[in-house]
């Protein structure tokens, strides 16, 4: 069964930096786009960035430039590098792999937190 698990989260300063990881069971991540997604509390979950199986990467437009999302095929994982955070960036931060193999996944989210 399909089973992807975030870890990296924290507390971080206002200009501080955190590198994200989901990890996936199986091959779920070879044959569609894996995603990161966040949601602050009774807001509406947003795209922060997705990487296709070809590499194609594709980033919230106000995230430019400060996140970076990258794959490891070897390790079957991909990583959310964050730089630069701000308190408006405080959310959990959830993984998403869809596929026409796989259907699409969640994980259970790791919590990011930007202090003031």
């Known amino acids: 069964q399909v089973r992807l698990v975030e870890s990296g989260g924290g507390l971080v300063a206002p200009g501080g930096s955190l590198r994200l990881s989901c990890a996936a069971s199986?091959?779920?991540?070879?044959?569609?786009?894996v995603a990161w997604y966040r949601q602050a509390p009774g807001k509406q979950r947003e795209l922060v960035a997705a990487?296709?199986?070809?590499?194609?990467?594709n980033y919230a437009d106000s995230l430019k430039g400060r996140f970076t999302i990258s794959r490891d095929r070897s390790k079957n994982a991909v990583y959310l590098q964050m730089n630069s955070l701000k308190p408006d960036d405080t959310a959990v931060y959830f993984c998403?792999?869809?596929?026409?193999?796989?259907?699409?996944?969640w994980g259970q989210g790791t919590q990011v937190t930007v202090s003031s």
């Open positions: 998403n792999a869809a596929s026409a193999a796989f259907g699409s996944h």
């Open positions: 990487i296709t199986s070809g590499g194609s990467t």
């Open positions: 199986g091959s779920v991540f070879s044959a569609g786009t």
